[in-house]
Structures are given as C-alpha cells and as structure tokens.
C-alpha cells in the first residue's frame, strides 16, 4: 500500500504489526509539510516510536515483523 501524504503537518498512524508480518506500507510526503510515522501503541519502526518525514518527496516503506515495523 502507498500512502501519498499531500500537504499539511500531521501523523500517519500504523496499524498493528502484529499478525500481518510482512506487510509493507510506503509513506510519501509529497507536500510541504512534516509527516509523522507513529506505530500502534508500543510498537516501533527501528526502535523508535516516530518518524519524520520532513522534506518533500521523501519516503519510507515499512514492513511488519510481526511485533514492529522495520525501514526497508
């Protein structure tokens, strides 16, 4: 799944990694505002609880482990 984030400043929520390991979604910020990661409560994306996606047109896919999200 992509989600293309078009403007604004606010926070994409994950769903839970828990039971969809190997699930992946791509988050764009192809606006010009900061778009913030956030994983289900508890849950992390590299070891942390956010991230930040602050430039335009930059991405991150994410993939489901099971418990958490990895960066790919």
Same mark, same amino acid.
């Given at each position: 799944?992509?989600?293309?984030c078009?403007?604004?400043?606010?926070?994409?929520?994950?769903?839970?990694?828990?039971?969809? $390991?190997?699930?992946?979604?791509?988050?764009?910020?192809?606006?010009?505002?900061?778009?913030?990661?956030?994983?289900?409560?508890? $849950?992390?994306?590299?070891?942390?609880?956010?991230?930040?996606?602050?430039?335009?047109?930059?991405?991150?896919?994410? $993939?489901?482990d099971?418990?958490?999200?990895?960066?790919?």
């Open positions: 799944e992509t989600i293309n078009t403007g604004n400043t606010f926070t994409v929520n994950l769903p839970t990694a828990v039971g969809i $390991q190997g699930t992946t979604y791509t988050i764009v910020n192809s606006g010009t505002g900061t778009i913030t990661l956030k994983g289900s409560v508890g $849950q992390t994306m590299n070891g942390s609880l956010t991230i930040d996606l602050s430039t335009q047109y930059i991405s991150r896919t994410v $993939q489901s099971g418990a958490n999200w990895i960066i790919i």
